[in-house]
């Protein structure tokens, strides 16, 4: 069981910027791949960003630019920094981290809410 908690979310005004961070319990070392979603209210919810073990990364399209994703295995952490916030940004964005050696293991993070004012 890996346990994920995210922090660095809040309230910024639009043009602004964040950086949310990851944090696992156990080692992230092995991770097949580490991402970002997020949920608006009364929107399904999306992916951000991806990551795999070998740092190729994936952006989603309404952030590429100005997302950017990556992860310290030594630390066990897993970040996201956030440029050019816009309204649209606004949701709860948690992590997620996929383990495959071994059989297929998920873990999520409980989310932390980014809120962009106008």
């Known amino acids: 069981q890996v346990r994920l908690v995210e922090s660095g979310g809040g309230l910024v005004q639009s043009g602004g910027s964040l950086r949310l961070s990851c944090a696992a319990s156990g080692s992230i070392f092995s991770a097949a791949t580490m991402a970002w979603y997020r949920q608006a209210p009364g929107k399904e919810r999306e992916l951000v960003a991806t990551i795999t073990s070998g740092g190729s990364t994936n952006y989603g399209d309404s952030v590429k630019g100005r997302f950017t994703i990556s992860r310290d295995n030594a630390k066990n952490t897993m970040s996201l920094q956030m440029n050019s916030l816009k309204p649209e940004d606004t949701a709860v964005y948690s992590c997620?981290?996929?383990?495959?050696?071994?059989?297929?293991?998920?873990?999520w993070g409980q989310g932390t809410q980014v809120t962009v004012s106008s």
């Open positions: 997620n981290i996929v383990y495959l050696l071994g059989g297929r293991r998920e873990y």
